[in-house]
């Protein structure tokens, strides 16, 4: 029997077999800090208390969507080429490079308001996507500075779960 969990979930051997007539040996944490396939030795006392092996079967997958904070709209000047891609902040649970991308066509030498999309995608398919206009535009008239107030609180509020650290 071969058992689908998440990526540093947390769960006990005991959590996944029973022993008919014996006890088991030790009940261990199993390691689920690594993707793929996993064969965990279970040691058990049987009816006759001797000592034996069995083996329970897992995969290790993620299923967790990478996440993207930023703004829905970002202006530059004709002629700046900066990578927009460095215009969000993403991260992801598992993987530590996720693959970054902007979809849809611009030209940031010519002045125009673009409808796109920044996408992140994990290395098990998981993505997510975030719509964004870029405004391209000849001048950028310096704006008074307004601070806003992100706190801890509203951070682990809306992002803390059983498969994130903050």
Same mark, same amino acid.
């Given at each position: 029997n071969n058992l689908t969990l998440e990526v540093y979930s947390r769960h006990k051997i005991s959590e996944f077999i029973s022993i008919n007539n014996g006890t088991l040996v030790e009940d261990f944490d199993i390691d689920y800090s690594e993707l793929g396939p996993k064969k965990e030795e279970v040691l058990y006392l049987n009816k006759d208390n001797k000592k034996r092996k069995a083996y329970v079967d897992l995969n290790v997958v993620d299923t967790v969507k990478p996440i993207i904070?930023?703004?829905?709209?970002? *202006?530059? $000047?004709? %002629?700046d080429n900066t990578d927009l891609i460095y215009k969000f902040l993403s991260a992801d649970n598992y993987t530590k490079n996720p693959k970054r991308e902007i979809?849809?066509?611009?030209? *940031?030498? $010519?002045? %125009?308001?673009?409808?796109?999309?920044?996408?992140?995608?994990?290395e098990s398919s998981n993505y997510n996507i975030k719509k964004f206009t870029l405004n391209v535009v000849k001048n950028i008239t310096p704006k008074k500075v307004v601070y806003t107030k992100t706190l801890y609180k509203d951070v682990v509020k809306n992002y803390k779960n059983e498969f994130t650290k903050i």
């Open positions: 904070l930023g703004s829905s709209s970002y *202006t530059v $000047k004709v %002629g979809i849809g066509n611009y030209d *940031t030498n $010519k002045i %125009g308001k673009y409808n796109l999309e920044f996408k992140i995608t994990d």
